[in-house]
């Protein structure tokens, strides 16, 4: 919504996945796009037909499913299945400038994270650190994901400060899954300067942090 996702979810049981990201914020997803990268089925359309989005788009439709989803004026309907991405560059203007940058391709793994703290993540603690970053980096900076397994439970976009983007994951959390908040995991885009947005999180709830 507005550029920033209101939940991001990968769990492996697909209805849950949609679950889980629309219960990350289920007062934001109103009138946003909602993203599937699989074939949706009238199972999962009969669930997406319960919210108001302007736009779905999946890797294929079935034809029991498109049939649900068309009952909605006004939708419209992408199906991505021959889409493909070649990195595409990114122009962001100013006046008479421009400035030419290359897109975010890394997918953050194992392989190129450094852990910093004398106490080690566990296996299920990393496998939530690393959904989370990878979420991170499509939430506008400063930009703080909070995540429990692989779904978001809250997430600050946008904010002046590290501190406030915070303050407002742990609101959202608070409001929508306050079950879920002990023993999550926290993403930020970038360091933290001071320690008061890293005791905020902590005081929530967060168990780990990745940066």
């Known amino acids: 919504k507005h550029a920033n996702p209101c939940g991001v979810s990968k769990e492996r049981d697909k209805l849950k996945s949609f679950k889980s990201a629309i219960n990350c914020d289920p007062i934001s997803v109103f009138g946003g796009i909602v993203s ?3 074939k949706i089925n009238k199972k999962l359309a009969e669930q997406i037909n319960k919210f108001y989005f302007e736009v779905i788009i999946a890797n294929g439709f079935d034809k029991d499913a498109l049939k649900i989803l068309k009952k909605k004026k ?4 992408i199906d991505a299945i021959n889409f493909k991405n ?6 962001i203007f100013y006046k008479e400038a421009f400035m030419y940058q290359s897109p975010d391709n890394i ?7 450094k852990v910093v703290s004398k106490k080690k993540p566990t296996k299920k603690q990393l496998d939530s650190l690393i ?3 990878n979420t991170c980096k499509y939430v506008k900076s400063n930009a703080i994901v909070l995540a429990k397994d692989k779904s978001t439970i809250g997430i ?5 400060n590290r501190v406030d983007s915070c303050e407002l994951a742990i609101v959202k959390a608070r409001k929508f899954q306050p079950e879920k908040l002990l023993n999550c995991v926290a993403a930020s885009d970038a360091f933290f300067s001071f320690t008061d947005g890293v005791e905020k999180l902590i ?4 168990n780990a942090i990745i940066q």
């Open 36 to 38: 599937f990268n699989f």
């Open 74 to 77: 006004n939708i419209r309907l």
């Open 86 to 91: 070649n990195g595409n560059y990114a122009f």
């Open 107 to 113: 997918i953050i793994n194992k392989k190129n994270l």
């Open 131 to 133: 959904f989370a970053m």
């Open 156 to 160: 600050g976009s946008g904010q002046p």
């Open 203 to 206: 005081q929530a709830g967060v």
